[in-house]
């Protein structure tokens, strides 16, 4: 099979709406939180959708997705939780200092579910209890309580003053939401209100932005684990957990006749000591391209991160450097593989700052050896040899290409 024909780039995915994002004020009018609210473009509302898949998919979309809205996520987030969501430890993927947990009305406080909230609250999650009636059933989670909601249109003020002086031996904040009227933010900050959310104060506005791919989060992920200094392997072998096709290819691959020493590889870090740190990348990102990408796309990308290698190798540049080159080759390819485009892929990822600028603004060598690279891909393409490009580095392409063959054909041999 041959892979140098240039692929049709996959066009990028279309602008969604992501979710809405109303901000939370305090007595200043500084901008302290935001209330983010499932919304789709269908018209589905979280009601009907059900607050457990709504939930799951406004967090992935907050975790995952591309947007230029950013300055939404510079303070933090308060998401409505329903009990089966927060029970299935779905917060595990969100940083606890980032986000304010809100328990609707609608949650029945068991003990099991007063159990699960302690247990988060240990680990530095904060709550806050959402359009709060002071039901009695819910007594026992306002000692959990950071924040008590109170929708000041649907509730008796004189009866909200008089709990708010009966729970003031808890260390809470009281935050007024559908404050619509300058008189009504003026009253809730009389009573002792410190935060305030409402019409008058800001409108909810629809965040939208790029959804990435399942695949392609899963590929951030491993190159963020793969490429730090001293990755930390217990991490990476939690993200290949459920990636056994992966994890079989590689074990199969270390205890080949490439590799095989004194006894059979048998973990992931047997794996990684066997490999060492740069195959072990080479082959996880091999494995994961081929698994989940089309064959011929994933033959073409990881043959341009191999070309750049070698040419990195003829310019004498130092091992570190040509890891350099092979990750932004590969990253230059994530609109080929993935629909997205490479600027928008690593503006979350942790890479260093010449593989960034590389990418994203065309500086430096190694998007100089991606460039080469992509006029040798367009020549075959159009079958026309440019005169820019020295007759050897189509040698080396040409050497590259034969080997991620020959290393695809191991990934899929039985």
């Given at each position: 099979m041959?892979?140098s024909t240039?692929?049709?780039?996959?066009?990028?995915?279309?602008?969604?709406?992501?979710?809405?994002?109303?901000?939370?004020?305090?007595?200043?009018?500084?901008?302290v939180?935001?209330?983010l609210?499932?919304?789709?473009?269908?018209?589905?509302?979280?009601?009907?959708?059900?607050?457990?898949?709504?939930?799951?998919e406004?967090?992935?979309?907050l975790?995952?997705?591309?947007?230029?809205?950013?300055?939404?996520?510079?303070?933090?987030t308060?998401?409505?939780?329903?009990?089966?969501?927060?029970?299935?430890?779905?917060?595990l993927?969100?940083?606890?200092?980032?986000?304010?947990?809100?328990?609707?009305?609608?949650?029945?406080?068991?003990?099991?579910?007063?159990?699960?909230?302690?247990?988060?609250?240990?680990?530095?999650?904060?709550?806050?209890?959402?359009?709060?009636?002071?039901?009695?059933?819910?007594?026992?989670?306002?000692?959990?309580?950071?924040?008590?909601?109170?929708?000041?249109?649907?509730?008796?003020?004189?009866?909200?003053?008089?709990q708010?002086?009966?729970?003031?031996?808890?260390?809470?904040?009281?935050?007024?939401?559908?404050?619509?009227?300058?008189?009504?933010?003026?009253?809730?900050?009389?009573?002792?209100f410190t935060?305030?959310?409402?019409?008058?104060?800001?409108?909810?506005?629809?965040?939208?932005?790029?959804?990435?791919?399942?695949?392609?989060?899963?590929?951030?992920?491993?190159?963020?684990?793969?490429?730090?200094?001293?990755?930390?392997?217990?991490?990476?072998?939690?993200?290949?957990?459920?990636?056994?096709a992966?994890?079989?290819?590689m074990?199969?691959?270390?205890?080949?006749?490439?590799?095989?020493?004194?006894?059979?590889?048998?973990?992931?870090?047997?794996?990684?000591?066997?490999?060492?740190?740069?195959?072990?990348?080479?082959?996880?990102?091999?494995?994961?391209?081929?698994?989940q990408?089309?064959?011929a796309?994933?033959?073409?990308?990881?043959?341009?991160?191999?070309?750049?290698?070698?040419?990195?190798?003829?310019?004498?540049?130092?091992?570190?450097?040509?890891?350099?080159?092979?990750?932004?080759?590969?990253?230059?390819?994530?609109?080929?593989l993935?629909?997205?485009?490479p600027?928008?892929f690593?503006?979350?990822?942790?890479?260093s700052?010449?593989?960034?600028?590389?990418?994203?603004?065309?500086?430096?060598?190694?998007?100089?050896?991606?460039?080469?690279?992509?006029?040798?891909?367009?020549?075959?393409?159009?079958?026309?040899?440019?005169?820019?490009?020295?007759?050897?580095?189509?040698?080396?392409?040409?050497?590259?290409?034969?080997?991620?063959?020959?290393?695809?054909?191991?990934?899929?041999?039985?």
């Open positions: 041959t892979y240039r692929n049709t780039v996959v066009s990028t995915q279309d602008v969604h709406s992501l979710f809405a994002a109303q901000p939370i004020f305090d007595q200043n009018l500084n901008r939180g935001v209330e609210l499932y919304r789709s473009d269908t018209g589905v509302t979280a009601l009907e959708l059900g607050d457990n898949l709504a939930t799951t406004l967090v992935l979309n975790c995952s997705s591309i947007s230029e809205q950013s300055a939404h996520y510079h303070v933090p308060f998401i409505n939780v329903c009990a089966n969501f927060l029970m299935a430890q779905s917060f993927p969100l940083d606890a200092e980032n986000v304010v947990i809100e328990l609707v009305e609608r949650i029945a406080p068991t003990p099991e579910f007063i159990a699960c909230v302690s247990a988060l609250k240990q680990r530095g999650f904060r709550f806050a209890l959402d359009d709060f009636e002071f039901d009695a059933a819910w007594e026992p989670l306002i000692a959990l309580a950071d924040i008590i909601k109170v929708d000041i249109l649907l509730c008796d003020l004189r009866l909200v003053r008089a708010m002086f009966r729970l003031r031996k808890y260390n809470l904040t009281w935050l007024a939401e559908r404050v619509e009227t300058q008189e009504q933010y003026e009253t809730c900050q009389t009573m002792g935060l305030f959310q409402g019409y008058f104060l800001a409108r909810p506005e629809i965040v939208t932005g790029k959804k990435v791919p399942p695949t392609a989060l899963r590929m951030a992920e491993l190159i963020n684990t793969l490429f730090e200094d001293q990755p930390d392997i217990a991490k990476l072998s939690a993200q290949l957990h459920d990636e056994p992966v994890v079989m290819g074990l199969r691959i270390a205890n080949s006749p490439m590799y095989r020493k004194a006894r059979e590889v048998s973990s992931i870090k047997e794996l990684i000591v066997r490999l060492g740190l740069d195959l072990t990348r080479k082959w996880v990102l091999m494995f994961s391209v081929f698994n990408c089309n064959p796309a994933a033959g073409l990308v990881l043959t341009r991160a191999y070309t750049a290698q070698a040419l990195a190798q003829r310019w004498q540049h130092n091992e570190k450097t040509q890891s350099q080159f092979f990750l932004t080759a590969l990253l230059s390819g994530v609109d080929i993935f629909g997205i485009t600027a928008d690593v503006v979350g990822l942790n890479l700052d010449d593989i960034k600028a590389a990418i994203c603004d065309g500086e430096g060598d190694a998007a100089s050896a991606v460039d080469i690279i992509g006029s040798i891909e367009q020549a075959y393409s159009m079958k026309r040899l440019p005169p820019d490009v020295p007759e050897d580095y189509f040698s080396l392409y040409n050497q590259q290409q034969f080997d991620v063959e020959e290393k695809l054909n191991a990934v899929i041999a039985p």
